[in-house]
Every structure is written in C-alpha cells, then in structure tokens.
C-alpha cells in the first residue's frame, strides 16, 4: 500500500498540502493573540501592505519615483497603480517621509479590493491550469502555490508580484488559444517584473524564433504605451537604479529573515560594521569559509542549469517548454536576489511536473515544504516596540534568528540542481534511443509534455 501511494503521490502531496494549513492555523493564531505575524513573514508589524500603497504615493509623483525615490519598477508598474487607487488619499502626504504610502492604507479601499482580488485570480487561473495536468493533484497542489507561504508573504506585503503572477500563468500556461494575447500578458509580466523576461528569451532553446521576437515587440509597445501615459521612466532611469540597488550590501540579520538567495548572508559576513561585527559572533575562520562555499554551491548551480539548457538545445524535442521556462527563471532568481515572494513563479512550474522519476519529486515535496508558514528560532536578537497596522496598537516584537533564512536558499538550489540533473539525463536517455542523426528535428513532432507517447516514426528501407 505504501508502495503505490508512493508511485501515485496523490497521498503524499494531500499530506503536505495539510502541513501548509495547519501552519497557516497556527499562524491566524499566533496574529491574534500576540497582534502581529511570526517569522518567516516581515519583522515590521506597522508594514503591512508597503510595497503596494508606497509604490502607488509615487504613481501620482512620477517624476520622482526615478530620481528621489529611485525605483527600479518600469512605468506600467504606476500606471496600474494609479488607475487601481483612490486619488484623493494620495494628495496631503510627502515624499520625504520613508514611507509615504502608510497613511492611504486607510483610505484607499481600491487597493485593498485589488490585493485581494488579485491573488484570488492567480490562485483561479492557477487550479484551472493544474488541472489540465494532472485532475487527482489540482486542489493540493493550488493549496501549496495559493496558501503557501512565497503567495502569502506577496499578499502581506502587497507587493506588485500579485498582479505579474496572473499574467504571467496567461502567459505560459495551457489557458488561452490565442497566440497575440499571450504575447501581450508575457509583455505585461515583463513590464511588472523586468527578470520575468529571463523565461521567455529561453525559448529560444525550443527554436520558437517568432514566439520570442512576437514577445519582445509586445514588451517594447506596452513599455512605450505606459511611457506614454505615466511620463516618466526611461530606460537609462531604470538600468542607473536597478545597478544602484544590485550593488547594495547587507550588514542587518533581518536583511535575509525573507531571503531566497545567500548574498544578504555573504554581505554581513564580509561586513565591517563596528557596532554588529560579524567576526565577533563566529570567529574569523568561518567568516572566510562560509562565504567561500556558498560562492561555490551558486557557481555549481548556475553551471548545471546552463549545461541543462544546453543539452536542451541539442534536443528540444525530449525537454517541454515549461521546464524550459523553469530553468531559466531558476537560473535568474539564484544569481540575484528578488525577494521571498519570488518562488511562486518556479513553484508554479515546478508543480506542473508529473510525479515521476526522484528529481521530480523531491523538487514538487521541497515546494509544499517551502510553502509552510512556520520557521523555528534558533537564537534571540532582541526585541522592539512597534504600532501593528492590523490591529493599531502598540506591540512588542521578538526577533530571533530562524531556521528558514538559512536553510531555505540551500534548499532552493537543491531543486534547481535535482531538475538540471534530470533534465540532462532526459536528453542522454534521447540520444541512446535515437542516436545523433536518427531525431526528430521539426518543433513540431515533440510532445507537449515529455511522458506524453511520441508519435511511432516511419521505418523506410
């Protein structure tokens, strides 16, 4: 029995998706009764829903957004905002407050509607999907993209990932028949998230030369389009701030309590800050050590994801584009940090994958594990007084060093190396079968999906 609930995985997966609501239990009552969210969620209780309302201050005062505030989101980001905001909460605040944004929280009823409703369309969009693949995992597995914690940290700090995910699953994802309008939302998500295009580009591996060429005159008119609109945003504006913001160092533990990559790690290593020497806390060795190997692990990774996407150019016929998609999103997300609500975008992917073969499942098992809401303290930091906006009142935080910041990059690029792996041995196994002129070469002749029968080939004399 244990046996065939294993080859089947529909019990294990019903399993793991209970482990991610049980956590969420505990987390609605760890809110309620200390009156602000617990680790992994954000450490500031008075922060809640920033990175919508803070954005959409600066979408009534474009012309500073690039220079004052200097953001790295293109202009269809403010656009959005603008048009899913309530004007008149944003006219009485300042731009020189940190935080411009908090005092329309209480006024600006659209953008909570648009929060909301938002997440619940990609979570729609996303069983509609899930089902196409697989029927018997569709609920579990929307349960773990839905309500698993990447999803939920997006919607606690309202950030711009909610609207980008909908688009995105159009984009890629067996919904829509037309070819124009996937086109447009893949330029949307691109216009919302600039690293989104990172996937689309890489289907260039599959040869789909006017997919992409269609993708990225979509992408240059809806940036014109918003451009247009909003007045502000040049591309020289947008690559100063995105390299500013890619150079900035880390010497706060709480700069990677959300993290999905090492580099906060590495930067408070290698930091000097007299007041919180890191040096002081482990010793000299370690310091040099630690940064040493998680350069090496990054390194390793990123060499077997390109040798992953490379074997899939040799045979793009034995690889589905969603694992081209996933590939080169997870090549992206490793070698620069975007943020905790980031994985839902290879999550997504990685839950498109059919329970077979042990990278598979280990990457679909460490997507369900990453989506639990709970994290275990390993050491205290300290504490401190702040206002939670959720139920305005004073509160008392404890902050402590987790378990998740440090385990959850290492486990990321586990999934990363399991599916470059596997994706490597698909196009061996292809080649021993077929050999190196025996192939089928038209786009076309592949499968959808890669356990899908291939159609039998003609045997002449």
Not at 29 to 40: G, I, M, R
Not at 316 to 339: D, N
Not at 357 to 386: E, H
Request: proline share 5%; charged share 15%.
């Amino acid at each position: 029995m244990l046996r065939r609930h294993w080859q089947s995985g529909v019990l294990i997966e019903w399993v793991l998706a209970g482990l991610i609501i049980v956590s969420l239990v505990h987390t609605t009552w760890f809110l309620f009764t200390y009156k602000y969210l617990p680790a992994p969620f954000f450490y500031e209780p008075n922060d809640v829903f920033a990175d919508w309302f803070n954005p959409a201050y600066w979408a009534y005062n474009p012309e500073g957004a690039f220079d004052t505030w200097a953001t790295v989101y293109p202009p269809l980001s403010f656009v959005i905002l603008r048009a899913l905001s309530v004007s008149d909460c944003y006219h009485l605040m300042s731009g020189l407050d940190g935080s411009p944004g908090y005092v329309a929280r209480d006024c600006d009823w659209i953008g909570h509607v648009s929060i909301f409703g938002f997440w619940a369309l990609g979570v729609v969009l996303m069983f509609l999907a899930l089902r196409k693949f697989d029927p018997r995992t569709a609920i579990p597995r929307t349960i773990c993209i839905g309500l698993g914690w990447p999803m939920l940290n997006g919607v606690e700090r309202g950030n711009l990932v909610l609207i980008a995910f909908p688009m995105f699953l159009l984009a890629v994802m067996p919904l829509l028949r037309s070819a124009w309008a996937r086109w447009f939302f893949a330029a949307f998500a691109i216009n919302l998230k600039i690293y989104l295009i990172a996937p689309f580009m890489a289907q260039l591996i599959m040869r789909r030369w006017r997919w992409v060429e269609s993708v990225l005159i979509a992408t240059v008119v809806v940036y014109l389009a918003s451009y247009a609109l909003l007045g502000a945003g040049t591309i020289g504006e947008i690559l100063r701030n995105t390299s500013a913001w890619s150079q900035n160092t880390s010497t706060n533990l709480l700069d990677f309590w959300p993290a999905t990559t090492y580099q906060a790690v590495s930067s408070f290593l290698e930091s000097k800050d007299e007041i919180f020497p890191a040096v002081v806390m482990l010793g000299s060795d370690t310091i040099e050590l630690v940064p040493l190997a998680i350069a090496g692990l990054l390194r390793s990774t990123q060499a077997l994801l390109l040798m992953a996407m490379a074997a899939a150019w040799l045979r793009p016929e034995a690889i589905s584009r969603y694992r081209i998609y996933l590939l080169a999103i997870m090549f992206a997300l490793i070698t620069s940090e975007g943020g905790a609500y980031t994985p839902i975008f290879w999550i997504a992917l990685v839950l498109t994958e059919r329970w077979q073969g042990w990278a598979t499942r280990f990457a679909i098992i460490c997507c369900y594990l990453l989506g639990v809401s709970y994290d275990i303290a390993l050491s205290g930091i300290g504490s401190f007084d702040g206002t939670s906006w959720l139920f305005d009142t004073t509160v008392i935080t404890e902050l402590d060093l987790t378990v998740w910041p440090l385990l959850r990059p290492l486990i990321i690029q586990l999934i990363a190396i399991a599916l470059a792996c596997t994706t490597i041995r698909t196009v061996w196994i292809d080649v021993q079968e077929q050999g190196w002129a025996d192939r089928w070469r038209m786009r076309h002749d592949a499968p959808i999906l890669p356990w899908v029968a291939r159609p039998e080939r003609q045997i002449t004399e």
